[in-house]
């Protein structure tokens, strides 16, 4: 007969397809920043409790700290075993893990076994993860090719992104994955951007799913959206891919910001304080001024100005920056408002698929 010990109760990140069930015990705070993909939250400590665990050990003793958590840990385990995990079977196959794969999986996984479950501990936890996921962000980037959209803001680049993806196109949404537009006014009304870390690991879920053999529309971004720091593979490897220079008119630039942006009327102190940022690119006096068009609800006169006076030129400034393909950019009108964006992606798409085999 086979004894179990802590040894070989290790397993490693590349066996993760072998169990039934992925198991986080950290807490819930460490589980909401970042976590493997499918994993189910079972904290042994709570936030709370970590910080007292915590405090004691430095102030008290490791050996305090190590007595009190452990009792902490029992009772919890003893909890899931009642709530959680009452319904899993008898060949119930779970992988635990916590922040290095220490003390609060491994006790968890020495009593799942003493049950009768074959539960295994992920050895290095989380930090294996997580250096992993690292890896694969400076490897996968590389595999693909690239086709951004670039051009003015309000051109709706974004839009037809998700027209491109619905036209049956390979899209790489980063603004999505960010929970951000990218722009000084990019934050969306009631949500929150996710971690960095929450966001590398969504985007190494999305470039996994990605088929090699066919091309990646993405659209244009600098280093930055928002809080979030792209990876430096993958901002290399499409700023050196083909360009797509999406064009609109005025009127329905303005007429599309009004749509994606006319929520920040609804907080113009928030709104103010946005614009008020933007002094030393622009005079106070200017920025004042859009302030006044705020207090008067003159949406599309401050959006007209915005238009022509901070984003188009920031773009002339800007757009050769970065793409190095960019004088070779396929120019396409795109009507951002109307409501057959899918055909026009098709349209959009035939024509780039034209192009390619004029050029050979």
């Not at 109760?9 to 039934?20: A, E, H, Q, S």
């Not at 004088?327 to 951002?336: N, Y």
Request: charged content about 25%; aromatic content about 8%.
């Amino acid at each position: 007969m086979r004894v179990v010990t802590l040894k070989n109760l290790l397993v490693n990140l590349d066996r993760l397809k072998d169990f039934d069930e992925v198991v986080d015990v950290r807490t819930p705070l460490e589980f909401a920043e970042d976590h493997i993909p499918g994993a189910i939250n079972a904290p042994v400590l709570s936030n709370e409790e970590r910080a007292i665990v915590g405090t004691m050990y430095k102030q008290v003793s490791p050996f305090e700290a190590t007595r009190v958590g452990a009792a902490m840990v029992a009772r919890n385990i003893a909890l899931h075993l009642e709530t959680t995990f009452a319904d899993r079977p008898r060949n119930w196959r779970p992988l635990i893990y916590c922040w290095r794969g220490g003390k609060r999986s491994g006790s968890m996984t020495t009593w799942f076994n003493m049950i009768g479950w074959q539960a295994r501990q992920l050895e290095g936890g989380y930090k294996s993860y997580r250096r992993a996921t690292l890896d694969l962000l400076d490897a996968l980037p590389k595999r693909f090719r690239y086709v951004a959209l670039v051009g003015h803001t309000g051109s709706g680049k974004t839009r037809l992104l998700q027209a491109l993806r619905a036209a049956g196109a390979q899209v790489l949404d980063l603004e999505g994955l960010a929970a951000h537009r990218g722009s000084l006014l990019g934050a969306l009304p009631g949500e929150p951007q996710p971690s960095q870390k929450g966001f590398d690991s969504a985007l190494v879920g999305v470039l996994r799913g990605f088929d090699v053999s066919r091309p990646v529309f993405v659209e244009a971004e600098s280093r930055r959206i928002g809080s979030i720091t792209l990876p430096e593979s993958l901002l290399v490897t499409f700023h050196r891919g083909a360009c797509v220079e999406v064009e609109a008119s005025h009127d329905d630039r303005i007429a599309f910001l009004l749509q994606d942006y006319g929520h920040l009327f609804d907080e113009p102190a928030f709104f103010k304080q946005q614009l008020a940022k933007l002094i030393g690119l622009h005079s106070r006096e200017r920025v004042m001024h859009w302030h006044r068009l705020i207090d008067e609800g003159a949406r599309s006169a401050l959006f007209a100005e915005l238009i022509d006076l901070h984003y188009d030129p920031a773009y002339a400034r800007s757009s050769g920056a970065h793409f190095t393909e960019l004088e070779h950019a396929t120019h396409v009108l795109f009507r951002p408002n109307d409501a057959d964006s899918v055909e026009q992606a098709r349209a959009i798409l035939a024509q780039l698929n034209e192009t390619a085999v004029a050029t050979g």
